[in-house]
């Protein structure tokens, strides 16, 4: 029903998503986690590895943290919970396709749950206090315009801080930043950021 969405195939396993999105080569897979004769990150897996131009988005009843990390693990650039509304889920698809990351807000709570890491306090690597926020807020999802909004710089300027981010910490993706914000407990203040 939205016109902007075209529903190229549909799966009713695992193995069948695998299959048909390497014969359709779709922009985005919305791929459900719990599937018959391989599960959706087993499937994401396979699809990300061999088709890495194919968007994945998750889609899980699952509001678990390990169950979010395993999906970016394997190059999932999303994660909803059924529960969302159709307006959200059209704008989680428009948002993966753009290239961006998309969690809905329940998944993004339980992602950022843990209120006593303030690893603003301990250096990761050698990234600035500016560089961390800018890596928390990719891997809330935000584009670079949002996160140059957030913090009151431009976005070529964030553009600036993700390369160099990747390259302090050894990273190829905006999938294995986010990977890294959630296994490092990276958190963001406003105020541990004013005036830097």
């Known amino acids: 029903m939205e016109d902007s969405i075209e529903i190229v195939a549909k799966a009713n396993n695992g193995l069948d998503a695998y299959r048909i999105a390497t014969e359709k080569s779709p922009d985005v897979v919305l791929m ?3 599937m018959p004769m391989l599960n959706g990150v ?4 396979m699809l990300h590895r061999n088709c890495p131009g194919i968007r994945i988005l ?3 009843m699952h509001d678990n943290k390990e169950y979010i990390k395993k999906a970016m693990d394997v190059g999932a650039s999303g994660y909803i919970l059924k529960e969302v509304s159709l ?8 948002s993966v396709n753009r290239g961006a990351s998309y969690f809905c807000h329940t998944s993004s709570n339980t992602l950022f749950s843990n209120p006593n890491s303030l690893c603003f ?6 990234i600035s206090r500016r560089e961390r926020a800018v890596l928390y807020l990719v891997a809330e999802g935000m584009s670079s315009k949002r996160i140059a909004d957030e913090l009151e710089i431009s976005a070529r300027t964030i553009d600036a801080h993700r390369r ?5 910490l050894g990273l190829k993706t905006t999938a294995e930043m986010i990977t890294y914000a959630l296994n490092n ?3 963001y203040s406003r105020e541990n950021i004013e005036g830097i």
């Open 58 to 60: 998750m889609l899980s």
């Open 87 to 94: 307006d959200e889920m059209v704008e989680a698809i428009h």
């Open 121 to 126: 306090e301990t250096p990761h690597s050698d």
């Open 42 to 45: 087993e499937a994401a897996a």
């Open 164 to 168: 160099n981010i990747k390259q302090k």
């Open 185 to 187: 407990n990276i958190t």
């Open 32 to 34: 459900d986690i719990s």
